[in-house]
């Protein structure tokens, strides 16, 4: 079964919008750049005195956003998972792997780093895109989907 991804392009625009926003404010306000990973392990095990408050809120804005979603919609966002457990979790501990060998995750590397024009982020970025892909067609072609 191939997953159909339902594009909205003024949804999608909008999201945009507001993840380029929160990551301009957090960079103005709090001098920290947006990573995804990065805000997790900050949780987890944070670096700085007083640096654990805004990963927290962040973390808990990612978590109640669906619920938001169900209370202005009615109903809880779909989520198909077309890959079995077992191969979730190999994936998992992949992106992890790939996360600590990258230096950081796409969220911090596609939209803080490119904006930043950071050189690692500059070859970051097309590595992820070029991995993903060839994954996805292995994936997908040639061992016909997990």
Do not use: E, K
Request: proline share 6%; glycine share 16%; with cysteine.
């Amino acid at each position: 079964m191939t997953p159909v991804t339902q594009f909205t392009p003024l949804m999608s625009f909008g999201g945009g919008l507001l993840i380029g926003l929160a990551v301009v404010l957090l960079m103005a306000y709090a001098g920290r750049i947006f990573g995804a990973t990065g805000v997790l392990a900050g949780v987890i095990s944070p670096n700085a005195p007083g640096d654990r408050g805004w990963r927290v809120a962040t973390l808990a804005g990612m978590i109640s956003g669906p619920l938001a979603v169900a209370l202005i919609t009615g109903q809880i966002p779909a989520i198909t998972m077309v890959s079995s457990l077992p191969a979730i979790a190999i994936g998992g501990v992949i992106v992890g792997f790939g996360v600590t060998l990258g230096s950081g995750c796409t969220s911090g590397h596609g939209v803080c780093g490119l904006a930043r024009l950071s050189p690692r982020s500059l070859v970051a970025v097309p590595t992820f895109m070029l991995t993903t892909a060839i994954t996805i067609y292995i994936i997908r072609h040639v061992l016909g989907g997990i």
